[in-house]
């Protein structure tokens, strides 16, 4: 009788506390619904970072011998300089990408995207007279994280449900970082190494899905890209 004193007008206690419950479990849905959100987030990020591993490691691997040749022939040339702060704050903004992937994969998104403004200027600033130990493995880096900021975009944002779905986000993303990707090729015309990194990123798009509407899309890209860099070549030939 207490409890049924205590209820709201209208209700029985019963009533009053499975009123309760529901609302405890509506909250607990919703604080679950976060948590799976995240989790899904971060494992998305994880094969994102798990995208030919090796591939990057030749990447790093060529950085640090430009990095040994900078120091030895041309630690004081200024042509190397004006590359080298964007380039090492890249780089340096890289060193805990790994570890903030699996923490975060908003926080692991919006940090490669910092990773790749520097590098692309980096790549925009390297001298061309060292094509092979300057210019060319810095493009390789910056078209390889203008590839993976807009593939880490996609995924994060399609695995919070945040406007498209997988696949608009696959769409969108091909169609993002193309537009980078042609503004910042326009500008390295003596450079193909950028644009072929990105074109190479479009064909592991084909190769993980076939010609399907995504796949498609890749190809279109490519032929794009493509068109780009053989108009540039016939220009400087």
């Known amino acids: 009788r207490a409890d049924a004193a205590r209820a709201p007008a209208g209700l029985t206690a019963e009533q009053s506390r499975l009123g309760m419950r529901l609302s405890e479990l509506a909250d607990a849905c919703d604080w679950l619904g976060v948590v799976a959100h ?6 998305l990020a994880q094969e994102i970072r798990e995208v030919h591993p090796g591939n990057a490691g030749l990447i790093y691997g060529w950085l640090v011998v430009s990095a040994v040749y900078g120091i030895l022939k041309r630690g004081t040339d200024p042509a190397w300089d004006i590359m080298r702060a964007p380039l090492i704050i890249s780089l340096a903004l890289g060193t805990p990408w790994l ?13 490669i995207f910092a990773m790749a403004v520097p590098a692309i200027l980096a790549a925009l600033r390297a001298p061309i007279a060292d094509r092979w130990l300057a210019r060319t493995p810095v493009a390789i880096f910056a ?5 993976a900021s807009f593939v880490s975009l996609g995924s994060t944002a399609a695995g919070y449900g945040v406007v498209f779905d997988a696949t608009g986000w696959a769409y969108a993303g091909i169609g993002l970082a193309l537009i980078v990707a042609l503004g910042v090729q326009s500008r390295l015309s003596r450079t193909p190494a950028y644009g072929l990194t990105v074109i190479w990123a479009l064909v592991g798009i084909i190769v993980a899905g076939g010609l399907s509407g995504v796949g498609i899309a890749a190809l279109a890209g490519i032929v794009i890209m493509g068109t780009l860099l053989g108009a540039q070549m016939r220009t400087v030939s």
Request: glycine share 4%; hydrophobic share 60%; no cysteine.
């Open 99 to 111: 570890w903030v992937a699996n923490q975060s994969a908003i926080t692991a998104t919006v940090l």
């Open 38 to 43: 995240e989790r899904e987030a971060l494992a």
């Open 143 to 147: 078209g390889w994280l203008t590839a």
